[in-house]
């Protein structure tokens, strides 16, 4: 491979930028790291280390893409391991990240509740997350139990696109005009797709299975990571231009290659190193122990560093590329995606108070119980994913309880009390129809929005139907969530609040205010799909 001047290559690169990685230059970023194993995203200065700010989401996530203007991010929930593992419960949603306030906007799922699908039957387990250049409104997404190539827009949210992929299809790589997609697929080595149509225009085969897939700077050729090699491909002719192999290590991953094209840095992640490979040469310079499982390197924008995330380790490693000296910077467990995000200072939250009034001790109180629990369990999420979301406002949560005992009597007064001394915005359901009709009389008074009432009194019966696009898609997921919680076997009330919830949550996000003529219809029109019909 030709030896490009770094300075002219500099300046090839700048003049061929696109809108969408134009915040990469500014000399201030963050390194947002998806943390697998903790179920987290966190922010951290590349710098220090430190952490400015974090937000719990799916269960073990992986990869990240960025929008074009660096303030939203989208995470795959993938939910098992890896691509050969059966490790985990596929995931079934890619969350959508707010950076200036480090808040969980909403869900895309991967699945149509109404084709009331059993859990096992439907299309999960997302992991390669692309936005397709020149039509960033469109969002590519690779589903590996399904083996498909999902396509959301944006502006409506929803699956416009379907495509066959090979059942090895771990990952994807835009060409930078967006009029290619490339697949990196394991054993079945790489294929190259047209994104509109979803037919393949070409494929290679290695010898090894290609576990990392990335452009050399210049934008000239694939860089493909397989087992104890690392090759370079010419993306119109399909072949191999150049091999680094011999390497004296196992499966690598996604590699990277610095600015200058001086260096590959080359993870090899069951080697529990990375391997610094002179582009030139074909030789080794220095092999780094970085932590358990390396499985990524990303470049810092000024190509100076170099950040390695070790998979089953809690910490990223960060190179000084000019000395191959390294330190540690620590994270929670399983660092996995990674990308750079433009500085933003964390906004301020509001706060948001809602109300209910429920039956806590008396008669009904454990049903009164099992609601707030059910509640409670609702509000803990939301807290975990950085607020609530509405408009362009991060809310904290805050839920204030009254007892009734069980007396539907002492209703309006506490009512009442909810909304003019702790200042309700809006009202939670409580138990039984009379009590929330009471409710529902001093809603329409005040103009309160109250949220639907709580009318299921079936007996428990969770089941594998996957029927909410939310926090568990089945009842029999939150039945093992709720008691992992809190030790305590969920019921048709506890569900039901939890339910409720995520309605309200729902119709927030849909309406962007609190107005209660607006939220009112939200309600009677019903057309979320939860987990639980209550």
Known sequence: MKKINFYLMTAYLFSTITSSNLYALSPNNMLAVVEENAGHVNFYNPKDGKSLGELQIGYLPHEIALSPDGKTAYVSNFGIKDYDSGAGRPGTSISVIDIPSRTEKYRLYTFDPAEHKN???????????????????LLYVNIEKGNKVLVFNLDTNSIIKKFDVSPNTHNMLFSADGKILWLMAGRDGIFRIDPDTGKITGNLTLTTPVRGLKFTPDQQYLMASAYNQVVLVDPIKLSIVKQFDNLGVGQILYSDMTPDQKYIIAPAAFDNQVVIIDVQTGKIVK?????????????????????????TDNHITKINLTTLSSKMIHTHDGPNGTTFVPFQTKVTHKKLVLGTVLPLSGQDAQKGRDMMRG????????????GLYIGNTSYDVKIVYLDSQ???????????ELVDK??????????????????????????IPLTPAQNNDSPWQPNEIAAGQDFFVTSKEYDQQYYRQYNFKASNYSASATAIGIVLQKALSDTKNFDYDTLTKAFEQNKFHVFYNF
Request: positive net charge; aromatic residues 10%.
């Open 119 to 137: 859990f096992d039957q439907i299309d999960s387990a997302p992991h390669g997350i692309k936005l397709r250049p020149s039509s960033n409104n």
């Open 406 to 416: 069980s007396d539907s009597s002492t209703i309006t007064n506490l009512t009442n």
């Open 375 to 386: 509640y409670e369990y609702w509000r803990l999420m939301i807290e975990q994913a950085g």
């Open 422 to 447: 702790y200042h309700a915005t809006i009202l939670l359901s409580t138990y039984g129809l009379s009590s929330y009709n009471v409710m529902k009389n001093i809603s329409l008074q005040k103009h």
């Open 287 to 311: 092999r780094i122990v970085t932590g358990l499982n390396p499985v990524s390197v990303i470049l810092s924008p000024s190509g100076k560093y170099a950040y390695v995330t070790n998979a």
